[in-house]
């Protein structure tokens, strides 16, 4: 496989699905690709929600949207028929699971990657065995590739929002009447697993002792599922906490490039704000660090919950140091 060559209009498919995080981790390898081979056009599957924040990326020809998980197997009839007839010469899955593997088999690429895991190694003709260590997500989706000899140039995700998101988050600050002279900070206090979560009261109390400073406003990002969850936080009817209020992953990420800093919990918002070079605080409760943050990078740090005897004074050291470095 290392002798692979592409030529000009060979299609290449990379194969997503489902989770905001590791699409927008996927990023790096897909530009790295595309840099080493920029004869050739590529094309990615996923969900509704992980496919927004590939809108409008430079390296991608187009974003196919899978059905959500769980959906009946009949609405998936529309893209296995472009997947068959689409003719790639490259497909490589990024997740291997039963249903992308599925994806993989049906797309028919003349050659196609995926991990080498039981009940859906059959689906790839160049299997890759998935190594045990512990390290950025966005690093290791290069193992898939090592047979074709590629290099990261950098782990960093990418997100590219158009101008009218831009425009909207400038938008929403007017109406926010937000000041920009003061630091906005952004919280993202939610994640769709419970077992990730830095509970809401832990944050209310995080809340109380930073906003005592007045120095800085507060806004959080959340959908509008989400929000009910995070009613607590309306409590603070005295202070500048504010709610983002996007649609839109594109807004979500116009608006934080406006922030000073984001604290978050780990979860795909985080993957965000570290796409628009942001600096993060994340708390990780049941989660490894080493797998969602950035190796050796100053603007990222994260706190590791699930050993620590003192943990609120560290979390309060740590986010308040953030919000006043010059």
Same mark, same amino acid.
């Not at 004869?39 to 496919?51: C, G, K, M, Q």
């Not at 990326?57 to 009946?72: A, D, E, F, M």
């Not at 609405?75 to 992308?100: A, F």
């Not at 507060?218 to 995070?230: D, G, K, Q």
């Given at each position: 496989?290392?002798?692979?060559?592409?030529?000009?209009?060979?299609?290449?498919?990379?194969?997503?699905?489902?989770?905001?995080?590791?699409?927008?981790?996927?990023?790096?390898?897909?530009?790295?690709?595309?840099?080493?081979?920029?004869?050739?056009?590529?094309?990615?599957?996923?969900?509704?929600?992980?496919?927004?924040?590939?809108?409008?990326?430079?390296?991608?020809?187009?974003?196919?949207?899978?059905?959500?998980?769980?959906?009946?197997?009949?609405?998936?009839?529309?893209?296995?028929?472009?997947?068959?007839? %689409? !003719? @790639?010469? /490259?497909?490589?899955? #990024?997740?291997? =699971?039963?249903? +992308?593997? $599925?994806?993989?088999?049906?797309?028919?690429?003349?050659?196609?990657?995926?991990?080498?895991?039981?009940?859906?190694?059959?689906?790839?003709?160049?299997?890759?065995?998935?190594?045990?260590?512990?390290?950025?997500?966005?690093? %290791? !989706? @290069?193992? /898939?590739?090592?047979? #074709?000899?590629? =290099?990261?140039? +950098?782990? $960093?995700?990418?997100?590219?929002?158009?101008?009218?998101?831009?425009?909207?988050?400038?938008?929403?600050?007017?109406?926010?009447?937000?000041?920009?002279?003061?630091?906005?900070?952004?919280?993202?206090?939610?994640?769709?697993?419970?077992?990730?979560?830095?509970?809401?009261?832990?944050?209310?109390?995080?809340?109380?002792? $930073?906003?005592?400073?007045?120095?800085?406003?507060?806004?959080?990002?959340?959908?509008?599922?989400?929000?009910?969850?995070?009613?607590?936080?309306?409590?603070?009817?005295?202070?500048?906490?504010?709610?983002?209020?996007?649609?839109?992953?594109?807004?979500?990420?116009?608006?934080?490039?406006?922030?000073?800093?984001?604290?978050?919990?780990?979860?795909?918002?985080?993957?965000?704000?570290?796409?628009?070079?942001?600096?993060?605080?994340?708390?990780?409760?049941?989660?490894?660090?080493?797998?969602?943050?950035?190796?050796?990078?100053?603007?990222?740090?994260?706190?590791?919950?699930?050993?620590?005897?003192?943990?609120?004074?560290?979390?309060?050291?740590?986010?308040?140091?953030?919000?006043?470095?010059?």
């Amino acid at each position: 496989m290392q002798d692979i060559r592409f030529k000009s209009g060979d299609k290449v498919l990379f194969i997503a699905i489902r989770a905001m995080g590791d699409t927008l981790l996927a990023t790096p390898l897909i530009r790295d690709f595309k840099l080493q081979h920029p004869e050739t056009s590529i094309e990615v599957i996923a969900e509704n929600l992980p496919a927004q924040v590939l809108l409008g990326n430079p390296n991608i020809s187009k974003v196919l949207i899978s059905p959500s998980h769980g959906s009946w197997i009949g609405s998936y009839g529309g893209l296995y028929h472009k997947l068959w007839k %689409s !003719k @790639y010469k /490259l497909s490589i899955d #990024l997740i291997s =699971t039963p249903g +992308s593997a $599925l994806l993989s088999y049906i797309a028919n690429a003349k050659i196609r990657i995926g991990y080498k895991l039981r009940g859906r190694s059959w689906a790839y003709n160049a299997p890759v065995q998935r190594r045990s260590i512990i390290q950025y997500s966005a690093i %290791s !989706k @290069y193992d /898939l590739v090592e047979r #074709l000899d590629m =290099t990261c140039s +950098s782990p $960093l995700p990418e997100i590219f929002p158009k101008t009218k998101y831009r425009d909207w988050a400038v938008g929403r600050i007017t109406e926010l009447k937000i000041d920009l002279s003061k630091p906005m900070i952004g919280i993202c206090p939610w994640s769709k697993r419970e077992w990730r979560r830095w509970e809401i009261d832990n944050w209310i109390r995080l809340l109380e002792k $930073l906003l005592k400073y007045d120095e800085f406003q507060i806004i959080v990002f959340a959908s509008n599922t989400e929000r009910p969850h995070l009613s607590q936080l309306e409590s603070f009817s005295n202070t500048s906490i504010l709610w983002a209020g996007a649609s839109h992953i594109h807004e979500v990420a116009a608006l934080m490039n406006h922030c000073k800093a984001i604290i978050t919990n780990d979860n795909g918002l985080k993957h965000v704000a570290v796409a628009c070079a942001v600096p993060t605080l994340t708390f990780h409760v049941g989660s490894e660090p080493e797998l969602w943050n950035p190796p050796d990078n100053p603007l990222h740090k994260t706190i590791d919950l699930r050993e620590q005897s003192n943990a609120f004074d560290k979390v309060f050291t740590f986010a308040k140091e953030m919000i006043f470095k010059k």
